[in-house]
Nanobody, 121 residues
Framework: QVQVVESGGGLVQAGGSLRLSCAAS????????MNWDRQAPGKQRELVAA???????IYADSVKGRFTISRDNAKNTVYLQMNSLKPEDTAVYYC???????????????WGQGTQVTVSS
């Protein structure tokens, strides 16, 4: 099994910054994509930022220029640096890791429990 644990959420004023961390552990041979999703109250979960296995990054339009995703492959960890936060960024942020157990195994998706980010106006 694979465990995914997020940290770094909290309460911040509009215009402030937060850095989320996500560490994956367990039966991991290799990791492909590492992503951050979020879900605000009453809204569907949405992709915020993605870091592909090939090294590319993808961002939702709403966070481009403000959020930066990065990863440390040696530590199976992904980060989300969030700057210029807005009240509409308030949500539970979830980390998604695509990993496989062996060289020939398929990749599976794993999610953490989420970390709350609240931005006050």
């Amino acid at each position: 099994q694979v465990q995914v644990v997020e940290s770094g959420g909290g309460l911040v004023q509009a215009g402030g910054s937060l850095r989320l961390s996500c560490a994956a552990s367990g039966s991991i041979f290799s990791i492909n994509a590492m992503n951050w999703d979020r879900q605000a109250p009453g809204k569907q979960r949405e992709l915020v930022a993605a870091s592909t296995g090939g090294g590319s990054t993808i961002y939702a339009d709403s966070v481009k220029g403000r959020f930066t995703i990065s990863r440390d492959n040696a530590k199976n960890t992904v980060y989300l640096q969030m700057n210029s936060l807005k009240p509409e960024d308030t949500a539970v942020y979830y980390c998604n890791v695509q990993s496989r157990r062996t060289l020939v195994a398929a990749y599976y998706d794993y999610w953490g429990q989420g970390t709350q980010v609240t931005v006050s106006s």
